[in-house]
């Protein structure tokens, strides 16, 4: 049992033979800053708090894994993300973890997700559903430094993600109410709204209207933003 301030964490029960038998962790208001100094070579930072409990057991047969965990005040890089819960079992005769949950940002907006983690496969270990509404898009103005800044507004979204948590594949249709970006080559800010198609590659925005400061308006016929694993974006229009 170990207590800092508000955080705890408490480790009870017995690892054995005995299907019965448990091994429990749990949490109360454990600061997710924690994780800090293993993120530092991501660029990523984690705030907020986590309590809830995680059970393990018959490890020695078919484990028996659940979790029900609940998020206060989540931040990623500042960026505030919002409350969430995150629900998980394991399947022992399928051999994945089948997990639900969400994030709810005030009443602005809300995302919430779904699937399967199969944790014995090195491939295609991931199978998950993401939808978000009214999603504040600053927050991926970090990972995109240098290509675009400014960035406000809000994006709804359906998602499917498959692949790895290393190389996630992301394919979906993202809506969105874009008040203002900055595109840095250009040395402009303009506005705009509608869709954005998600590939695993890159996202293609191809057919939207845009407007820049004075409402000159401009249809990009070709337009897509190729990634590597969401890294060294590059802009092509």
């Not at 399928?94 to 014995?120: A, C, H, Q, W």
Request: proline share 3%; charged share 25%.
């Amino acid at each position: 049992d170990y207590t800092c301030g508000k955080q705890r964490v408490k480790v009870d029960g017995i690892i054995s033979t005995r299907k019965k038998d448990r091994v429990s962790l749990f949490l109360s208001s454990f600061s997710l800053s924690n994780f800090n100094s293993a993120l530092k070579g991501l660029g990523l930072k984690l705030y907020g708090t986590i309590s809830g409990n995680t059970s393990v057991g018959n490890l020695y047969d078919k484990p028996i894994f659940g979790s029900n965990i609940h998020i206060k005040g989540l931040q990623l890089n500042k960026e505030l993300i919002g409350d969430g819960s995150l629900v998980s079992k394991y399947d022992g005769k399928n051999e994945k973890i089948n997990f639900k949950g969400g994030l709810t940002r005030d009443t602005v907006g809300d995302m919430k997700f779904s699937g399967n983690y199969f944790p014995l496969k090195k491939e295609e270990n991931i199978n998950m559903d993401v939808q978000v509404h009214n999603f504040r898009i600053q927050f991926f103005e970090p990972f995109l430094k240098g290509k675009l800044e400014h960035l406000r507004g809000v994006a709804s979204a359906d998602l499917k993600i498959t692949g790895t948590p290393e190389k996630p594949e992301l394919v979906g249709i993202i809506k969105t109410k874009v008040d203002n970006v900055h595109v840095d080559y250009l040395g402009t800010d303009y506005h705009f709204n509608g869709k954005i198609f998600i590939e695993p590659r890159s996202f293609d925005f191809a057919g939207l209207l845009i407007y820049d400061v004075n409402q000159n308006k401009t249809e990009i016929v070709n337009g897509k933003i190729f990634h590597t694993n969401f890294k060294n974006f590059q802009i092509d229009v």
